[in-house]
């Protein structure tokens, strides 16, 4: 099986890790990465805040667990090898209010049983030693929690493989797949390439992408904007590391928390609104075709019914600077609407069952010859040469068997 071509369709760094495993786990193998952009890392991965997470959060056996903490070892090591960034500022997640510890009490627990290195309880007077601009009343410290740079991670990977003999191709939007004797006919408007093996890396569209090859048509993909606001550079001082709330486990979004960036820079948000469009990164972005997709689904009138309340709060944070950071000046009493501007936003690529379950952990398909990734939310960034390998392990083990 040297000789053959095994596809990707994205250029992500999902996708572009995935590749890259692929290339160096089978020498030999041609791998050529689809991607409909005319650059790399467009969506998710260059809308990504940078953290590379712990496992704090992640359900004990789950594949965010599992693949999350080999994923920050193996991330942590290629980008001190390739001269990344790569900064362990620490992490509190912060209570502020007394029926929140036995929240944080659990989330310990879990943390404890993924292995998270160092995590330690730190009281409210320990706080201020971490974060003297801080509020909360008790604290869990993750020392090792860090930030890069994902797109530039990305960027690296694209090369790895072009340094293996494969091939990024960009401006290739995938409009079919065709079974083909022997393998997969992959198709744009302009041209068609003939691979063996086929993987699905395509974020914001892996559902559409995936009815392309046949799969099932749940879960699908429903858009949530994360909008950030940027706080400004004589403020920046206010915050040495990361600094979250203990998240609600009810969702699978970890609130408003402020997030330095390797540049220097210090983000507040996401929030978490319905977008009106796959790539709806602005609020005046619709697109008639996923709204009406949306509409169609009994999964989001499902989940409508659950989070309405939650939804009307979210939006009145994007609408209002005050109101979005009424929640953040909880967690650092100092700042207010005056000492932000409004930053960028992206685009969460959220699976949603028809039940209207918000799907939590990764979840991937396999239709013959191709493996589709039909959830990747994060930490999907931070473990991605982890999920790499989990892919690349099925995506070998199949062609051993045949």
């Not at 290339?23 to 409909?36: C, D, F, Q, W």
């Not at 744009?188 to 003939?194: F, G, I, K, N, P």
């Amino acid at each position: 099986m040297a000789d053959e071509t095994i596809g990707i369709v994205g250029a992500g760094i999902l996708g572009l890790a995935t590749g890259r495993e692929i290339a160096l786990r089978r020498p030999g193998t041609r791998v050529v990465v689809l991607e409909k952009e005319p650059q790399v890392a467009v969506h998710q991965t260059g809308h990504n805040s940078g953290v590379v997470h712990a496992g704090i959060y992640y359900a004990p056996g789950s594949l965010k667990a599992d693949l999350c903490v080999r994923g920050v070892s193996i991330l942590r090591e290629y980008c001190q090898e390739r001269g990344l960034p790569y900064a362990e500022i620490g992490k509190l997640v912060v209570a502020v209010r007394e029926d929140e510890l036995g929240r944080m009490e659990n989330l310990y627990q879990r943390a404890r049983n993924n292995h998270v290195p160092e995590l330690r309880k730190v009281s409210k007077e320990e706080i201020r030693e971490l974060e003297p601009h801080a509020g909360g009343i008790a604290a869990l410290h993750s020392p090792r929690t860090a930030i890069t740079d994902y797109p530039a991670v990305a960027r690296e990977f694209a090369k790895d493989i072009e340094a293996a003999g494969g091939e990024v191709r960009l401006g290739f939007p995938v409009t079919s797949l065709t079974d083909v004797p022997g393998g997969i006919e992959v198709a744009s408007a302009q041209d068609r390439v003939r691979v063996d093996r086929l993987v699905l890396c395509a974020g914001l569209h892996s559902d559409s992408v995936a009815r392309l090859a046949k799969d099932r048509r749940e879960p699908r993909i429903v858009p949530f904007r994360g909008e950030y606001m940027l706080l400004r550079p004589d403020r920046t001082d206010l915050v040495r590391g990361l600094i979250y709330p203990v998240p609600d486990p009810r969702y699978p979004f970890l609130g408003v928390h402020f997030t330095p960036r390797v540049d220097g820079s210090v983000e507040v948000g996401p929030n978490a609104v319905l977008a009106l469009a796959r790539e709806g990164y602005r609020r005046s972005r619709i697109s008639p075709g996923d709204l009406a997709g949306l509409a169609a689904y009994p999964g989001s009138w499902r989940m409508a019914a659950q989070h309405w309340r939650t939804g009307i709060r979210e939006y009145r944070g994007s609408l209002s600077v005050s109101a979005f950071m009424k929640d953040a000046r909880l967690y650092v009493p100092g700042v207010g609407a005056s000492d932000v501007v409004r930053g960028g936003a992206g685009v969460r690529a959220q699976a949603l069952d028809r039940d209207g379950t918000l799907v939590d952990d990764f979840r991937i398909h396999r239709v013959g010859r191709i493996t589709a990734v039909r959830n990747a939310p994060s930490p999907a960034a931070t473990a991605s040469m982890a999920i790499a390998e989990h892919l690349v392990d099925g995506l070998f083990a199949d062609v051993s068997a045949n």
